[in-house]
């Protein structure tokens, strides 16, 4: 399994174990919660430096790409100036060049976290990925362990904490 | 005297007795949760999850004594004072003053001390009253007669003495009681307090962690002890896999360490869990006071108090796990906390495992060894055979490879007699006692 794969894996992991810790008789547990939180950190960091890495790849990419279809278009310029009874049957003959599509931002988000909002905008999308991987541990409750006391509210964001 | 003459290879453990329920449903209550020797090694303590008591005598003197916890059944009523509710944590016993035992327990808010009293004689023949205690008709007394104690079944009894209570915000993990016999200390996630034995209603701060912004903390206190000679000094281990020493005459508050105890970690060996398996589940002084050995996830560690660089010694518990680590985090195995403990001379130190296995480290010899402990090997003075795991390749006979491991059989809690090679190892429910063949 490749690093990645395997971070996105741990973190859906941890989710759920939080998740499931907050239900956990006599409430959450201070040292449990932190070890969660510091291997979310570890997960998240590696599955966001290879999402921005493959990000800027698909960028580079697409750069590549688009240059390439202006090579093609002034070939295919040339080639209609060569002959023009033929144009319809080479296009047809020649599908790769209509699959020479930009492709879009078709993962952005992972798909194991839950969406806040049913469409995002490719710009956003990317912000929402960091943020719902990012779990502080303000967010986790970790200022309010106590025994039988229990999160009521669970936000991705960061929350403030009331002190103990 | 326990680990002369040979390596911990040299001696033959025999089975010796086996306390708790024989099938595998295991109830919550009787979740073994510490087992501690006390000082003259002639009583054993056992705290659970909370659950009915049964004292029983143990061969050669030693005497299991159940710590308190709740009683559900009405049967034991001799244990009917107890009122332990929870899990208990930790159990330490005090240093024996006069005939009395005390004992300290603690669950995750409270601290009780204990009075453990053992009766073996009882009063027979009065005159005014029947052996079951109805008082008689004095019209049928014509004879008088003194008293006299007859030998019974030894009873011991513990009774509840103080109540330390509401001192601590979070879990307490450690407690420890000062070489001074007048205090005592109490560690939970962030503070550590100290208490006098004697006062219930007031304990001190010496220590506090607990960041002004929740959101920055990094590292919380997994155990704390005293050292056993010097009254000034102890220590404090992190989930950082760090151990702070502090000399309580520097300051009121011990925020600042006087040794900080730290390897640094292996980068060949980073992996998304190093965090959690350098976290310390246990730390334990040597009764000389000269080492202290740490336990984290995979290894135990000796340390020299006056070498905080690293370790002078370090031992594999259960290398092969290194490679699972993904599937004990899934598991929850990962976060298991396992305890160890030194033989009465210091040569030997021992910690459990999974499948039921323990595991002795003899310093000297450089030897070490994996037991089970089974009912499959539990014959009257059967002998021990060593255990191996395959780790990888073709599998021997008798070797259990790493996937057979059973990992719902865990060994968190063991004891080592402080004089005898006797020690008690607590499985999921059961505690097992070993001894020396020759004694």
Redesign the interface.
């Known amino acids: 399994m490749d690093v990645n794969t395997?971070?996105k894996r741990?973190l859906a992991?941890s989710i759920s174990?939080l998740y499931a810790s907050r239900s956990q008789r006599?409430g959450l547990?201070?040292?449990?919660s932190?070890?969660l939180s510091?291997?979310m950190r570890?997960?998240r960091d590696?599955y966001h430096s290879a999402y921005a890495q493959a990000a800027a790849e698909e960028a580079a990419a697409a750069m590549d790409r688009e240059e390439d279809k202006e090579v093609e278009e002034e070939e295919d310029m040339e080639d209609v100036f060569e002959s023009e009874t033929d144009s319809e049957d080479k296009e047809n003959m020649n599908p790769s060049r209509h699959s020479r599509k930009r492709r879009g931002n078709t993962s952005a988000a992972p798909d194991f976290l839950p969406s806040k909002r049913a469409r995002l905008e490719p710009g956003e999308e990317r912000h929402a990925v960091l943020l719902g991987a990012v779990v502080?541990?303000?967010a986790m409750g970790?200022?309010s362990?106590?025994?039988g006391e229990s999160l009521n509210a669970f936000s991705i964001n960061?929350v403030a904490?009331p002190?103990? | 005297v326990a680990g002369a003459g040979g390596g911990c290879n040299d001696v033959q453990w025999c089975f010796s007795q086996v306390k708790g329920a024989i099938d595998d449903d295991v109830a919550e209550a009787d979740i073994i949760s510490t087992v501690e020797f006390n000082h003259s090694g002639e009583l054993l303590a056992t705290g659970d999850k909370g659950g009915p008591c049964q004292p029983a005598p143990v061969p050669r003197g030693v005497q299991r004594v159940q710590a308190p916890s709740r009683a559900t059944n009405p049967s034991s009523d001799y244990l009917k004072s107890l009122e332990i509710e929870e899990k208990i944590n930790k159990i330490r016993w005090l240093p024996q003053k006069n005939a009395a035992q005390f004992l300290l327990s603690t669950n995750?808010?409270t601290i009780k001390l204990w009075k453990i009293s053992e009766r073996d004689k009882r009063p027979e023949g009065y005159n005014l009253k029947e052996e079951d205690g109805r008082y008689r008709d004095p019209n049928t007394v014509t004879t008088l007669r003194v008293p006299v104690f007859r030998p019974m079944d030894l009873m011991v009894e513990a009774s509840p003495r103080r109540v330390f209570a509401n001192a601590h915000?979070?879990?307490i993990n450690s407690i420890s009681v000062n070489s001074d016999c007048e205090t005592y200390l109490s560690a939970d996630?962030?503070r550590i307090n100290l208490w006098n034995l004697e006062i219930t209603d007031r304990s001190f701060n010496i220590v506090d962690i607990?960041p002004?912004?929740?959101?920055?903390?990094?590292?919380?206190i997994?155990a704390a002890e005293f050292h056993p000679n010097q009254c000034n000094t102890f220590v404090y281990s992190s989930?950082k896999g760090t151990i702070r020493l502090c000399d309580m005459r520097a300051s009121a508050l011990c925020d600042q360490h006087s040794k900080m105890f730290e390897e640094p970690e292996d980068p060949n060996n980073r992996s998304?869990?190093?965090?959690?398996i350098s976290?310390i589940s246990d730390v334990k002084f040597s009764h000389s006071g000269r080492y202290m050995m740490t336990r984290d996830y995979l290894s135990v560690k000796i340390w020299d108090l006056n070498m905080e660089t690293r370790p002078v010694e370090t031992y594999q518990v259960h290398e092969y796990l290194r490679s699972k680590l993904?599937s004990l985090?899934?598991n929850?195995c990962i976060?298991d906390k396992f305890e160890c403990c030194w033989n009465g001379n210091d040569s030997v130190v021992m910690t459990g495992s999974y499948n039921n296995f323990f595991r002795m480290f003899d310093r000297g010899y450089r030897q070490d060894v994996t037991l089970e402990a089974s009912r499959e090997n539990s014959k009257p003075r059967s002998v021990l055979k060593p255990r191996k795991v395959c780790t990888g390749g073709k599998r021997k006979k008798d070797e259990i490879s790493v996937d057979s491991l059973d990992f719902n059989k865990k060994i968190l809690h063991t004891a080592w007699h402080p004089l005898d090679n006797i020690i008690a190892v607590a499985t999921t429910n059961n505690l097992y006692i070993f001894q020396d063949k020759l004694n």
């Open positions: 395997e971070a741990i992991v174990k006599g547990r201070l040292h449990r932190l070890l510091l291997v570890s997960a590696i502080p541990l303000g970790l200022g362990c106590r025994v960061r904490m002190a103990c | 995750d808010k915000t979070y879990h996630d962030l607990k002004t912004n929740m959101e920055e903390l990094t590292e919380v997994t989930s998304f869990f190093s965090e959690i976290s993904c985090y899934e929850d976060f």
